[in-house]
């Protein structure tokens, strides 16, 4: 009897899992709206131009924040990094006081995530690919646990350790069903090759072993980070994995990389080689759903965790607007286009609306599902969006977009001992990070202002700020207070807007932002070194004798 009565429950629950949809997340890292043929980019990418054919292509998709850590937080715990309640974070930035999520948040280990809430609702979960949200030191761990030295170059017998030092994180701490071929955060050096074929022969075992279940997979791609060059060097080392150096040929059902140049060329391209090389990979997963026959069941979406060329800004056009395709066969009527607003914050719940999951009330959530826009492009979810980075701030509704960027009384103070050639270091949102913090800053010289007003309606590129402009007084003040609106659940000081610990209103620093902005405005060089004059002469010479020749 016992016997016939678990075989029923059996029955009953597989009956019951078999309406949820599965989900596939692709989560590319650095791309821009401008790059994919999604947007009119003249590029090699037939298994997105797919997607779009047969799902919704979203033109307001936007990120939480524009650098890997904290948008990536996001898009696993559909809440924005500034929630974060990391011991590191949190002792860096009390929760009384101003905070500056960026690099520094990290995930928590308490189960409030999209992976161990599906897994504990009948779901499969995995991942596999890059993690980058920060918070574990994973190299002191496995120091400890195998008895390598952490100060050590990366070595294939580091590098494994690393991989299996992440998978266990993912799934003995964060409390996923599943996780293989993982990176811990960006390529190092020595094994900065990009491996697509690694993370996708994951990906298929993933959908293999659990093709009878409903399931969640998050796939994501360390493309497209780096410069076009580095995806095509990349070509050559097939060897080069997350795990180190590999011999086997990995069996990621994709066309050969040494097929990719003669494609694109046949196609009548000569460049982008890293996105047709992505492109195949989505195919190998798109085909895989096909032949397993569950592809009109799952939801599977694209999209990076934020743009490229303005990376590490509060700016939209290839920063917070990222390219976004979703297709559904049984839920999203093909080949449709969205101007709705959504944003990564709502992927955790537009997940547990599907699933018919409710969350735990100690599970915070920061915004909605976005199922109304799935099944009517037409539908609204949201009325404004909101955004942080570090010291910045910034709301978008309607035709407007406000940045706001206040720093804290410690950073006010750093800012002030700075020398001139210094300041750019110290201004940046995410202190210090010059290489990606100074992107923003170099395209339009009004970033370091405190604040920041353009109507994107006209103002695509966000060149001209009317923050100070009197005819925008009450706009101003419109922005201000639906920023304020957003600020207030996080129950921490910003600036002005919320009294507290650290903060501090504008006016402290009005000589260093002018000293900035003339520089920048001259021309002066931003985020790298002045090239020396020798070096100048040098390669002035060299420019002479090449036109000689």
């Known amino acids: 009897m016992k016997y016939y009565l678990l075989t029923f429950f059996a029955f009953i629950s597989s009956a019951l899992c078999a309406d949820k949809p599965n989900f596939v997340v692709f989560l590319a890292d650095d791309t821009d709206k401008s790059q ?26 936007y990120v939480s924040s524009t650098v ?54 009948g779901y499969v979960t995995g991942w596999t690919g890059k ?54 955060g960006n390529m190092v050096k020595g094994y900065s090759e990009h491996n697509l074929e690694w993370t996708v022969e994951a990906a298929l075992d993933f959908l293999e072993e659990n093709k009878e279940k409903p399931f969640y997979l998050h796939v994501t791609t360390t493309l497209l980070h780096g410069p076009d060059q580095s995806w095509e060097a990349s070509f050559d ?42 492109d195949d990979g989505i195919g190998a997963i798109l085909n895989k759903l096909d032949e397993l026959g569950i592809a009109d069941n799952t939801i599977f979406i694209f ?39 959504v944003q990564n914050i709502d992927f955790v719940p537009t997940f547990f609306d599907y699933a018919g999951v409710t969350p735990s009330e100690a599970y915070h959530l920061d915004d909605v599902s976005m199922r109304p826009v799935f099944e009517n492009p037409e539908a609204k979810v949201h009325d404004s969006l909101f955004f942080q980075l570090g010291s910045a701030r910034a709301v978008l509704k309607g035709d407007y ?59 695509l590129k966000e060149k001209n700020n009317l923050a100070k402009n009197p005819e925008y007084a009450q706009k101003m003040k419109e922005m201000k207070a639906e920023l304020t609106k957003h600020l207030e659940p996080f129950n921490r000081p910003y600036g002005e807007f919320i009294a507290g610990p650290g903060a501090v209103a504008p006016g402290q620093i009005d000589e260093q932002i002018a000293s900035l902005k003339a520089h920048i405005l001259a021309g002066g060089y931003v985020g790298k070194k002045k090239p020396s004059d020798s070096k100048n002469k040098e390669a002035s010479a060299k420019k002479k004798n090449k036109k000689k020749k």
């Open 401 to 459: 977009k406000y940045i706001a960027n206040r720093y804290n009384q410690e950073r006010i103070e750093i800012i002030k001992a700075q020398s001139k050639d210094n300041l750019a270091a110290k201004m940046t949102y995410t202190d210090g990070h010059i290489g990606v913090g100074t992107r923003g800053m170099k395209f339009n010289a009004e970033y370091v202002e405190y604040d920041q007003l353009y109507k994107v309606a006209v103002d």
């Open 36 to 61: 994919v043929s999604l947007y009119g980019a003249e590029v090699l990418t037939p298994n997105l131009d797919r997607l779009a054919k047969e799902g919704m292509l979203f033109n307001q998709a």
């Open 237 to 278: 080392h097939p060897e080069i994995t997350g795990e180190g150096r590999v011999t086997r040929k990995l069996d990621a059902e994709m066309p050969s990389r040494d097929t990719i140049a003669k494609r694109v060329k046949e196609a009548g391209y000569d460049h982008a080689l890293g996105l047709t090389w992505m």
């Open 303 to 341: 999209i990076p965790d934020h743009g490229s060329i303005k990376k590490a800004s509060m700016f939209s056009l290839d920063g917070s607007n990222v390219p976004m395709v979703v297709r559904y066969p049984n839920g999203i009527k093909a080949g449709s286009v969205s101007d709705s607003l």
């Open 68 to 121: 890997c850590v904290p948008s990536r937080y996001t898009f696993v715990t559909g809440r924005h990094p500034g929630h974060s309640k990391y011991p590191s974070y949190l002792a860096d930035y009390p929760e009384k006081g101003q905070g500056s999520p960026e690099f520094n948040v990290g995930l928590e280990v308490d189960g409030m995530n999209i992976g161990k809430v599906l897994a504990d609702n």
């Open 131 to 184: 993690y980058h949200i920060g918070g574990v030191d994973f190299k002191t761990k496995l120091g400890e646990a195998k008895g390598l030295d952490p100060t050590l170059e990366e070595s294939d017998e580091v590098m494994k350790a690393l991989e299996e030092a992440t998978r266990k994180h993912v799934t003995e701490k964060l409390g996923w069903s599943w996780a293989k071929h993982m990176y811990e």
